[in-house]
């Protein structure tokens, strides 16, 4: 029950978010310009990779450690400080030249103010990190959902009062500053200044290849939109952009939810191979629970979901969904194996792998964007499934299990969504033939799908059903 809350706290974390950004969304676009818009996506843009940057993978080390000795908590926080205090002197000092490079005067002053976040960010790294070791997530939700609101109500005043581009960053730094504020406050470390070399190298032994890690899956999520870019023109990005970021829905916020949540736990479990391993088959059962029947779904009804959600202008982004949904079921399974190697401490694996399949990726995108846009998509695909039996293999080894408890654990989630689509398929073609609207279409047929799969659930329950109900009931 303690990883069902975990996740319950989590997940409400992840709503809040996503509540926010549509919110956000919905009154900013009526107080903003494009322009604007623009101009903070530049510096997002250079902000995601110095978020990469931020701690080093040390929040990680400090979750994951079995023993957790003062002298590698003050270590790691002190550290911490240095880098946020280097990324915003180093943004400051480029903010200029970025604004050349871009030919947009106005960038500078945004870029310096976004500066001052990243000594608020790493600074709370590691009493984040201690509240996340001790599972107290309810205290991080708090922490975290006070400042989401907060700073949307900092954009949404900004923004009305005329300051344009500057509410949206400030919006971040508010966020910044008022979540490491309450981390201090939450925390019970006492810090003082200690800091030894011999804790650093055995932190950066761990951290090291997490962070390389990140850096090369970073690039690696990134190189299908330059090849494209570069090969097919910006204007082939549109839709396959927004295909893509259906795609992630589920990698970013289920799978995100789940391994965030359980990783503390997964940790104690370190010197037990069989026993995380034992979780993480669970974990798998929920995920597919929710991502497979969402993902089949999806590529039923893409054409009205697109006609509905984008307008019938963007036919290009169903056709790519063809090919991009099953590759979000099969990464929101792949990317949930992530949080064994950071538990068991095999971080150098997960490097491996990384760049494994950072090379697959590219030249699968390199090859297929000889057959334009689906080329790309199809080889997306191609090289998943490819890496996923790899990726998949390498992990159960490491977890001393087998292909068919693995199998047992997602194959029925994958059947039901199956037979699922299948129905929603056919009673599709009815409805096309009787010329109802694509809103029609999409919302009768997309109740008809949870109710079908709920009701395949209910003739045949499974453990990992029973593990998801306890998501939505106190008792199950």
């Known amino acids: 029950m303690s990883a069902v809350r975990n996740v319950r706290w989590v997940g409400m974390i992840q709503v809040t978010r996503i509540s926010v950004q549509l919110l956000g969304l919905l009154v900013l676009s009526r107080l903003l310009t494009p322009a604007d818009f623009g101009l903070v996506a530049i510096v997002f843009a250079i902000n995601n990779f110095a978020l990469l940057l931020r701690d080093m993978g040390t929040a990680s080390a400090i979750i994951q450690r079995d023993v957790l000795d003062d002298q590698t908590v003050q270590t790691a926080h002190w550290t911490n400080c240095f880098i946020g205090l280097g990324l915003a002197a180093i943004l400051l000092a480029l903010s200029y030249p970025m604004a050349g490079i ?143 970021r259906v795609m992630l829905f589920p990698l970013q916020n289920l799978t995100f939810v789940a391994t965030r949540a359980l990783f503390p736990m997964m940790s104690r479990h370190q010197h037990s191979p069989q026993e995380l391993g034992a979780m993480q088959l669970r974990l798998l059962s929920v995920i597919s629970f929710f991502t497979a029947p969402m993902m089949a779904g999806l590529f039923v009804l893409r054409e009205p979901f697109v006609d509905v959600a984008l307008g019938d202008s963007w036919g290009t982004v169903a056709a790519l969904i063809m090919w991009l949904a099953p590759v979000g079921f099969i990464q929101s399974l792949v990317s949930a194996g992530g949080v064994v190697y950071q538990a068991l401490g095999r971080t150098d694996v997960l490097f491996r792998l990384g760049v494994f399949s950072s090379i697959l990726h590219v030249t699968g995108f390199v090859c297929g964007v000889h057959w334009g846009l689906m080329g790309v998509a199809a080889a997306y695909f191609v090289v998943t499934v490819i890496n996923s039996v790899v990726s998949l293999g390498v992990l159960l080894n490491l977890m001393q299990q087998t292909v068919p408890r693995l199998l047992g654990a997602i194959l029925p989630a994958i059947v039901k969504a199956l037979l699922m689509a299948v129905l929603l398929h056919f009673a599709d073609i009815e409805l096309v033939a009787l010329n109802m609207p694509p809103l029609v279409r999409l919302l009768s047929l997309s109740a008809a799908g949870g109710l079908i799969f709920l009701a395949l659930t209910r003739i045949h329950l499974m453990p990992a059903d029973r593990d998801v109900l306890r998501l939505f009931m106190k008792r199950a």
Do not use: C
């Open 102 to 244: 871009f030919k947009e005067p106005a960038l500078a002053p945004l870029v310096q103010l976004s500066a001052l976040s990243f000594p608020f960010l790493s600074g709370s790294t590691v009493h984040q990190a201690l509240l996340e070791r001790g599972s107290k997530f309810a205290t991080v939700a708090r922490i975290e959902i006070i400042a989401l609101l907060t700073g949307f109500t900092v954009a949404v005043v900004a923004a009305y009062h005329g300051a344009g581009a500057y509410s949206l960053v400030l919006q971040t730094l508010t966020v910044a500053v008022l979540s490491a504020a309450q981390f201090w406050i939450a925390s019970d470390t006492k810090i003082k200044w200690g800091w030894s070399t011999e804790h650093a190298k055995g932190l950066w032994g761990y951290s090291g290849n997490l962070f390389a890690f990140n850096v090369v899956n970073y690039f690696a999520r990134n190189a299908d939109t330059m090849i494209i870019g570069r090969m097919l023109g910006p204007t082939a990005l549109g839709p396959y952009s927004l295909a893509y």
